[in-house]
């Protein structure tokens, strides 16, 4: 089934497996590129769709997982964490950081393991969903898989 999937899913899938993550990628018939196309196109709130929002942060990426309902506040956030400054990636800066475009951003399945910050409201949710390294792909998984995976520090980010 996994030879189905597009080559950047298909890196997702050995990333979760290798996590020990057993959820399948679904392949969407339309793009599910924003929170809330995802939750429409899987009938769950927007509130458990995991966004990958990448942002730069004192010269590097940094990685943060937001719940669908939510604005990342940056300035809180960087003030938050002890940063200077956290600011929107730009299209090139997300390929080059996760090999991975803007709207399909997976929260592993990177060339590299990125810093990485967690929505603590995502733990509300039983399950939530990720983009799988595509806009068309998604994945289901535990808030407490998220945080292995990704190793990332749970916060709030509004």
């Known amino acids: 089934m996994t030879d189905q999937l597009p080559t950047r899913s298909r890196i997702v899938h050995d990333a979760l497996r290798a996590a020990g993550i057993t959820g399948d990628i679904v392949v969407l018939p339309d793009a599910a590129s924003t929170a809330p ?56 800066q997300v390929r080059d950081a996760t090999g991975q475009a803007i709207g399909g951003v997976a929260p592993t399945g990177h060339p590299s393991p990125l810093p990485t910050v967690i929505d603590e409201d995502l733990a509300a949710f039983d ?32």
């Open 37 to 92: 196309l995802a939750a429409a196109a899987l009938g769950v709130q927007v509130g458990a769709i995991a966004n990958s929002l990448v942002f730069w942060s004192d010269g590097e990426p940094l990685l943060v997982m937001t719940s669908g309902a939510h604005r990342v506040d940056t300035a809180a956030l960087a003030e938050r964490l002890g940063r200077d400054s956290i600011r929107r990636a730009s299209a090139e």
């Open 127 to 158: 399950q939530i969903w990720a983009a799988g390294g595509t806009p068309h792909t998604v994945f289901p998984m535990t808030f407490d898989e998220l945080v292995a995976l990704t190793g990332g520090t749970v916060t709030t980010v509004v």
